[in-house]
């Protein structure tokens, strides 16, 4: 049988007929092209250019090695103000020698009263200097015996004090904030 009779016998009129096969045509080439456009977008995915790929790497490294740098920085800043006491501290102690020094040294007679004049004004230059730096001398006579401050090393009987005061110092002690230097060396009444 043709086209023609099928759509007669159908009751069809030849030109809605012919319409209607055009349509299933269509219908059954469109599957065919979507899956050559499906295979077509596949390709180009898979297709991808190696400078593209190398460029994508080299910024994901550059990228990680600007984090790197950055937390080392941060890191080495942390640190540094960690340290930053520590070595005050340090530094400081090895200056506290010479305060002693030149304490002794105002101590010992002079019969020269403008060499005495001229430690006095050393003396006060360096304890001003420490002030600066926040070196603060640790109280010691007459006051309750502190093991966080003083260090006892002779214990003495002292008529007119009290148990558990500092009698005499015998150096002197120094803190940089709640941080000691130096403990100040004393003997304690029993």
Known sequence: ?????????????????????VTEEKAEQQPQE?????????????????????????????????AEYDNYRKRAA???????????????????PVMDSL????????????YKKGVELIKENFVTALQNLGVEEISSDGEPFDPTYHQAVQQVEKEGAESGTVA????????????VLRFAMVSVVK
């Not at 050559?36 to 994508?56: H, M, N, R, S």
């Not at 005499?168 to 941080?179: L, S, V």
Request: hydrophobic content about 25%; glycine content about 4%; charged content about 45%.
């Open 34 to 66: 979507d899956e050559g456009q499906e295979e077509e977008q596949d390709k180009e995915t898979v297709e991808v250019d190696p400078k593209d790929l190398e460029i994508a790497d080299l910024k994901d490294k550059w990228l990680r090695t600007a």
């Open 103 to 114: 304490e002794h040294a105002l101590a010992a007679s002079c019969t020269d009263p403008n």
């Open 168 to 179: 005499a110092t015998f150096q002197k002690g120094y803190k940089i904030g709640e941080r």
């Open 1 to 21: 049988m043709s086209k023609k009779e099928k759509k007669e016998e159908n009751g069809q009129p030849e030109e809605q007929a012919e319409d209607k096969e």
């Open 78 to 96: 942390k640190e540094r103000l960690e340290l930053t006491p520590e070595i005050t501290a340090r530094t400081l102690t090895e200056f506290l």
